[in-house]
Structures are given as C-alpha cells and as structure tokens.
DNA sequence: TATTGTTATACTCTATAACTATA
DNA sequence: TATAGTTATAGAGTATAACAATA
C-alpha cells in the first residue's frame, strides 16, 4: 500500500516549484522596458476590456485604489491610457486603452507566448495533452 | 488536418494563465504578515541553501546587488537572517538565516503545501498523475 | 449617508552610479 | 585592476487615512 499522503505532499511540492519556476521564466522573457510589470499587467487588462473604472481595475488587480490610481497616473502621462468623465455619473471616471498602450500590450503577448510556443513546439502530441489537461486542472482549483 | 500553430497558441496562453493563477493563489495562501513578499521568498532560499552571499542571492531571485542588499538590511534588523564575514576573503559576505527565520520559512512552506494538498487530494488518482507528469515537462522547460 | 475617485503620507522595492575594502 | 559589498539617490508600487464631489 502506497503512503498516499507523502505521495500528495510530493505532488504539491513538485507542483508549486514548477509553477513559480514557469511564472517567473515568463516574466523574464515578456519583460518590456518602456514600462513596469504592474503597469504592463493593466495595459493588459485594458486591451481586452476595451475600457474600465478604476475601481474595478484595482479589484481585478487585487491592489488599493490609491495604488493603482498611481499607476494610472503614470500610464497616462506617458500616452497608454486616457482617463474620461462618465457622462452618465459625476462621481465615475472611464479608463481606455490609447492606440499606443494597445500596441504595447499586443507585443508583450505576443513575446510570452513566443517562447512558450518554442518550448512546447517539439514536445511529443501526448505530452501537450498532458500539459493542457493540467492546465485545465489547474484552472479548476485556483477558480474555486 | 488541424491547425497547429493554433493550437499550440492556445495551449501556451492557458499554460501561461494557470501557472499565473497559481502562483498567485499561493502567494496568497502562504501570506505572513510579518514580512513581505519578496523577504519572504529571500528567507525560503536560505532555508533551503543553509547560508548564501549577497550577490548570489540578487542572481537566484535576478535583482540588483543594492536591492538585495535592502531587503537582507530589513531581514537582518527584524532578525531572520544574520550577516558574517567570510574568514577566506575578507570582500566576501555570507548570509545566514537564524531560527526565527527558518521557523518563518517552514510556517510559509507548509500553509503552501497545506492549501495544495487540500486541493490536490479530491482528485482521482489520473489527475493527480497528470499534474504530476506536467511539473516534469514543466521543469525540463524552464530549467533548460 | 453611501459611493467613487483622488490626495496626503509613509514605507518597501527597484535601479544606476559612486564609493569602500580587499584580493 | 578587478571583485564583493555597500551607500547615495531617485522613481515606482504598496497601503491606510483623509478629503472631495456626486448620487
């Protein structure tokens, strides 16, 4: 009979390292100059957003909202966002995407998923398989 | 025949998703408020490497040496690591995490591995070996 | 009175440049 | 001269508390 708690332990362990491992290999290889990461993951959020309240920015982004205000402050100073008065309530403000802030966000996709393309191009079809079965796995924890 | 590249694009992007989504939820499992992130992840190599120099530890966690040298001035002064003098070379420093740190470390590790296991442990045992199988194909990647 | 956003303030993390001490 | 660590300085991200402005 197998100690099937070790062997859970074992998996948890393997699975964490290998996680933070990929994260921050991810990071590395999107990494864009012009702009930091947090201001890169809202550019992010805006481009398929279209438009957001700052409010709900920092909810999705799990920061204060003086935080994250000031990190639209400086996309917006720098050109990747424009703030607009909601027409339809004073007290709310639009964020969106300017033209350049959406170019920006299409490069840093496109450079994640470069070089996750290159390193799972030669994997044999099975192994694939097994990576996006655990990537669906691992969906269904984290969203619970 | 099916579209390949396409495929492969959708794999990277919800590989790139689920480890994102992971680590985030772990970081938030294993959250002390005693220290903060990045001390965090500083004291868990010590705990692992028994003591390390200041510039290895900027290259393990790829930050400058005056960044880490901040953050091992916050660990030093809330004594969870302590600095010695190399006795070989006296232009070399060796950092050492204390036991209060280690006991910080291992508290982290195990609400990491507690929340996993808890997640992991419902699984039928073919997920469990799928996810198993993904963090091998994910370390080959990563530590390529 | 409640909601949304912002400002005020303070601390941490980050980097580059410059400096110290030792080899 | 090269190397390891640190200090100096400054920008960015983070939070809580306080302050509009609007509903």
Same mark, same amino acid.
């Given at each position: 009979?197998?100690? !099937?708690?070790?062997?859970?332990?074992?998996?948890?362990?393997? &699975? =964490?390292?290998?996680?933070?491992?990929?994260?921050? =290999?991810?990071?590395?290889?999107?990494?864009?100059?012009?702009?930091? #990461? /947090?201001?890169?993951?809202? *550019?992010?959020? +805006?481009?398929? &957003?279209?438009?957001?309240?700052?409010?709900? +920015?920092?909810? +999705? !982004?799990?920061?204060?909202?003086? /935080?994250?205000?000031?990190? &639209?402050?400086? *996309?917006?100073?720098?050109?990747?966002?424009?703030?607009? #008065? #909601?027409? !339809? #309530?004073?007290?709310?403000?639009?964020?969106?995407?300017?033209?350049?802030?959406?170019?920006?966000?299409?490069?840093?996709?496109?450079?994640?998923?470069?070089?996750?393309?290159? !390193?799972?191009?030669? &994997?044999?079809?099975?192994? =694939? =398989?097994?990576l996006a079965r655990a990537a669906e796995l691992?969906?269904?924890?984290? +969203?619970?």
């Open positions: 009979m197998v100690d !099937e708690s070790e062997e859970l332990a074992r998996l948890a362990s393997d &699975l =964490r390292v290998a996680a933070f491992r990929l994260t921050r =290999r991810l990071r590395i290889e999107s990494h864009i100059d012009e702009v930091t #990461d /947090s201001q890169l993951t809202v *550019l992010l959020w +805006l481009s398929r &957003l279209e438009r957001a309240a700052p409010g709900a +920015l920092a909810e +999705l !982004e799990r920061v204060s909202p003086p /935080s994250m205000n000031r990190t &639209l402050n400086v *996309l917006e100073t720098a050109g990747y966002v424009r703030r607009i #008065d #909601d027409p !339809e #309530d004073g007290r709310r403000v639009i964020v969106e995407i300017t033209e350049r802030g959406a170019e920006l966000a299409s490069t840093a996709r496109r450079r994640r998923n470069a070089w996750l393309k290159a !390193e799972l191009g030669p &994997l044999p079809a099975a192994d =694939r =398989r097994t691992l969906d269904g924890m984290t +969203l619970r």
